[in-house]
């Protein structure tokens, strides 16, 4: 799926989508159609044709898909190019706590903090909260912190997937803590 953006005027410096006549679906959120063909940034003489055309949209240049559909047709059209998004998929659904506290500027002590956190000798954590209160460590080392709005999520920097299956047992369908399905 594509995101075509109802032309407000004439444009050279957009590329443009041509949609057929057949709906796709129409809801309160909007209309989809199937896509004829897409235009890339057209001379003038063009933009005022599809200007005045109602079967011309923007292109957005924002996409989106289902996953399964994704991987039929990369495997369908590109298949070498699947195995690659396969690897990406795989790591980016199954990040790491550690490389969470990678990608957050550590503090002079090695702390990597998303949020507020009163740290007294604590050395070398990730401390992730998502509820605005603040987080209190003192004297600690090596820790991974996980606040959210319905659990907390204290484990060993060392061995951070030790609990993961545990806690893939005990999740309920309603809960959604961001660290329970991950390694």
């Known amino acids: 799926m594509t995101i075509g953006l109802t032309p407000t005027g004439l444009e050279t410096g957009y590329g443009y989508i041509e949609c057929t006549d057949e709906l796709v679906e129409s809801g309160a959120l909007g209309t989809a159609y199937w896509a004829a063909r897409f235009i890339e940034k057209p001379n003038l003489a063009h933009a005022m044709e599809y200007l005045a055309a109602s079967a011309y949209l923007w292109n957005a240049a924002i996409f989106g898909w289902r996953v399964d559909t994704l991987f039929t047709e990369l495997g369908r059209q590109q298949p070498e190019i699947l195995a690659s998004v396969r690897r990406i998929a795989d790591a980016w659904e199954r990040p790491k706590w550690n490389g969470v506290g990678e990608m957050i500027e550590p503090d ?12 007294i000798d604590t050395t ?57 399905l991950r390694q």
Do not use: F, H, Y
């Open 124 to 180: 070398n954590s990730v401390i992730w909260s998502e509820t605005g209160r603040m987080v209190a460590m003192v004297g600690l080392d090596n820790l991974i912190v996980v606040d959210t709005g319905d659990a907390l999520l204290i484990i060993d920097r060392k061995n951070p997937s030790s609990c993961v299956e545990q806690l893939r047992r005990r999740q309920s369908r309603s809960t959604k803590w961001p660290w329970s």
């Open 108 to 119: 002079g002590l090695g702390n990597s903090v998303r949020d507020d956190l009163l740290r």
